[in-house]
């Protein structure tokens, strides 16, 4: 355990160093929206092998990156965001998986309090309702009770995601939940292609929008991989670059482009007002 800690720690610190060196190239090409990957801290949240920032045998020095990192961010005005895995269903049945849930979103919210930020959905932790397919009643009175397991670390940070198969949960799903807890919605284009709730896009947007308050809105954009490859029909997998055009609808949001070829799709995305 020991050896195998050590180990670990030593991949956090240079993770850790390599995203302050992305942050700072970022900053150079005028990027200042990124979401963070959950496996910057391995097996942090696992049942057997994880573990907290203070027992990590360099948590001193982790500590001082973090609070590089956190400063970094807010004196440049760059938004740090997470979506943490598709195992995270807080609604579920199951209650080992509720409990997994829960821990994993407490290390995120942890390792956003060692950065330096306030709770809050400017620096959100993004997740999908996940489950409930033919039980959506059941499955979000399940979520909405066990949101009270959350600290207010992550109770303030988490948003939701609509989904992309019909028989998931739509915008218009979530705005259920919204009303109920006050979590905000990020609005996914292309899974409402495939997940509309009867709503337009236009109203779909502007729905999850509206569940924001003060913090500005975050939506997700991607295209279909199928179409990019020719098969004439939409797909859900995601393509490796993004040509839009995205209509805002006279909206100011926040952009998270989810694209295999990740930055490169900036420059090929046309946004319009």
């Known amino acids: 355990r020991t050896f195998e800690m050590d180990s670990v720690a030593e991949k ?9 060196q992305i942050l700072t190239w970022n900053e150079a090409k005028g990027i200042r929206f990124m979401r963070l990957s959950s496996e910057m801290f391995p097996f942090m949240s696992h049942e057997e092998l994880g573990y907290t920032l203070e027992e990590l045998p360099n ?4 500590q001082e990156l973090l ?20 195992f995270n269903v807080l609604g579920s049945k199951n209650p080992n998986t509720v409990r997994r849930t829960v821990k994993d979103l407490e290390t995120h919210g942890a ?20 489950v409930g397919a033919g039980d959506h009643d059941n499955a979000i009175a399940r979520f909405v009770r066990n949101f009270s397991l959350l600290s207010p670390s992550v109770q303030q940070r988490l948003t ?10 739509s915008v218009k799903d979530l705005f259920r939940v919204s009303e109920q807890l006050g979590i905000p919605i990020v609005f996914d284009y292309h899974h409402h292609k495939f997940c509309t709730g009867g709503l337009s896009e236009e109203e779909a947007l502007k729905l ?3 569940t924001w308050g003060d913090v500005k809105p975050v939506v997700h954009f991607s295209e279909s991989r199928g179409i990019e490859q020719g098969l004439g029909k939409e797909t859900p997998a995601h393509s490796d670059l993004c040509y ?12 998270m ?3 295999k070829f990740k930055e490169l799709s900036i420059a090929t995305l046309e946004v319009l007002p």
Request: charged share 20%; net charge negative; proline share 5%.
């Open 67 to 86: 609070t590089e990192i956190g400063n970094f961010a807010t004196t440049h005005a760059h938004r740090l965001t997470y979506h943490p895995g598709p």
């Open 160 to 169: 939701l995601e609509n989904d992309d198969k019909a028989r998931m949960f």
């Open 244 to 255: 839009g055009p995205v209509k805002l609808y006279g909206l100011d949001v926040d952009i």
């Open 257 to 259: 482009i989810e694209a």
């Open 208 to 210: 999850a929008v509206s």
């Open 59 to 62: 948590a001193h020095r982790v």
């Open 12 to 20: 956090i610190e240079n993770n850790l160093q390599d995203l302050l």
């Open 111 to 130: 390792i956003f309090d060692a950065m330096g930020f306030e709770p809050s959905h400017y620096n959100k932790i993004n997740i999908h309702l996940g």
